[in-house]
């Protein structure tokens, strides 16, 4: 059979945290390579798309970057369903930032899969000499809540593109291993082989992969509409 997709999986993430601690930033880092100091804060939720190759697969990763303002947290809390990658973001230069990660894993933990994996990742790890949250604090508090930790730079690019190689790795794992069955239609990844790619889409409730023409990333926003 001819496959139809030039990706094996698609695996939906979510990235949370507090206003200014670079989620956006480091969605664009990722998918486009690319960085500004001037970036406007999301409004709703923005979305990204990238397609990488980890061993002799090709994940498309569909990653959701939520607004940290309290006025959206509503609206957001949508889009935490179905997220088998929940990056928890903070700024390493903003104390405040951090202290508030568990108001915002306590969300997480309640609306995501059970399977869903946690990375929490201290933005802005360029800003040495501002750094109001030491490193093993970050570590420490990733460790007490069972997450994977990396300190990253959305300008640089430090460890940005670790961070979703990593867990791409760990979710193929799940699926190898049985732990993630992309069947189910909350699992938070699809298997789009295509042997599974009929019975795979057919059973996500009308969830659809998201094409944007033939390129591999795509970035838009999608302001305050329903969750697909």
């Not at 979703?164 to 760990?170: A, E």
Request: some cysteine; glycine content about 8%; hydrophobic content about 35%.
């Amino acid at each position: 059979m001819v496959a139809i997709y030039n990706y094996s999986y698609i695996a939906k993430f979510i990235f949370i945290g507090d206003m200014g601690c670079g989620k956006s930033s480091l969605l664009r880092k990722f998918t486009e390579g690319d960085f500004s100091e001037r970036t406007n804060h999301t409004i709703g939720v923005e979305f990204g798309t990238k397609i990488i190759k980890v061993g002799d697969e090709r994940v498309k990763i569909q990653a959701w970057d939520t607004a940290g303002q309290e006025r959206f947290r509503s609206v957001t809390r949508s889009y935490y369903r179905g997220s088998i990658g929940t990056i928890l973001v903070y700024d390493i230069t903003n104390r405040e930032s951090f202290e508030d990660l568990d108001k915002w894993i306590i969300d997480a933990q309640q609306l995501t899969p059970t399977h869903s994996i946690f990375v929490l990742v201290g933005n802005k790890a360029d800003r040495e000499q501002l750094r109001e949250v030491d490193y093993k604090e970050g570590e420490a508090y990733a460790k007490k809540n069972g997450m994977v930790f990396f300190e990253a730079s959305a300008k640089t690019g430090e460890k940005v593109d670790t961070i979703f190689y990593d867990l791409v790795s760990q979710i193929l794992n799940m699926v190898n291993d049985g732990t993630v069955d992309p069947a189910l239609p909350d699992s938070g990844v699809q298997c789009m082989k295509p042997q599974h790619a009929r019975a795979s889409t057919s059973s996500t409730s009308g969830t659809q992969p998201v094409n944007i023409g033939n390129r591999n990333t795509a970035r838009f926003s999608v302001g305050s509409a329903s969750c697909c």
